[in-house]
């Protein structure tokens, strides 16, 4: 916000882990009926949501969708990672790493509502059939909340399938470290391992070794443009709302962005 200046925007914020839509869909109506400038939004791809989206429009509410698209909504515009060469970057990653050692990687993925997820996984299947057909794929999807639980769930997925070697990770849920530890716990070898954004575990995997690489973007410069457009809606600032995909950045032990590491 301060970046922003001379301008000064005034921001309320709605933060869920996770909602029913009809919670969500409540939380956009209201910002409906009591006004805004604009709404910066990530939300599961629904009609439900869709629909929301057109009554703040029909409002003259814009709303930016950021790091998860709603491609059918009235939305003015995108901002957010790539994801579809996030997952292609990732699967590049790994045959890199994995080279011609046979071998399956486990895909590690949340409840499937986000579309950004989804497109990370179609990137990365499709890059993977290109360059390493013979590489087979091991979803697991998003496990019980509870520690041992996922744990549990886990272990058993190696078990199951003795021969995955690497892994993706989309989308964290607590689970990365749960993995690391189930790997060594079976005694055996994870070859690389990929992972998205740079937080505070992530990072001390990173710098442990335990992670090869982590996907990362400036999700500072995706919020700034998100502000601008809303400016420009609100005639602020001249130009017409663009969409804009950030790109993807390879991070390892030797190039974490100064202020993450502090």
Request: proline share 6%; charged share 25%.
């Amino acid at each position: 916000m301060p970046g922003l200046r001379p301008a000064t925007l005034r921001s309320r914020f709605h933060f869920f882990d996770s909602s029913p839509i009809d919670e969500q869909v409540a939380i956009l109506d209201g910002i409906a009926q009591r006004g805004s400038h604009g709404v910066i939004l990530k939300a599961t791809d629904v009609p439900e949501i869709n629909a929301a989206v057109l009554r703040l429009d029909k409002a003259k509410i814009p709303v930016v969708t950021l790091v998860t698209d709603l491609p059918a909504s009235v939305r003015r515009a995108y901002v957010g990672l790539d994801n579809r060469a996030a997952g292609a970057t990732a699967a590049f990653l790994i045959d890199q790493w994995m080279h011609e050692e046979a071998g399956s990687v486990l895909v590690t993925r949340g409840e499937g509502l986000f579309r950004g997820e989804d497109e990370r996984e179609m990137g990365f299947r499709s890059t993977l059939r290109t360059i390493a057909p013979g590489r087979s794929v091991v979803e697991l999807p998003n496990p019980a909340t509870e520690e041992a639980a996922r744990y549990t769930f886990v272990t058993k997925v190696l078990t199951d399938h003795p021969e995955i070697m690497g892994v993706y990770s989309m989308y964290a849920f607590g689970t990365d470290r749960v993995i690391i530890d189930a790997f060594a716990a079976l005694g055996r070898p994870c070859r690389v391992f990929i992972a998205h954004d740079i937080d505070e575990d992530h990072l001390k995997l990173l710098l442990d070794g335990q992670v090869s690489a982590l996907l990362h973007h400036d999700l500072r410069e995706d919020m700034r443009h998100a502000c601008q457009i809303i400016m420009q809606e609100n005639g602020a600032l001249p130009g017409r709302p663009v969409s804009s995909f950030s790109a993807v950045q390879v991070v390892t032990p030797f190039n974490v962005p100064p202020h993450k590491i502090a």
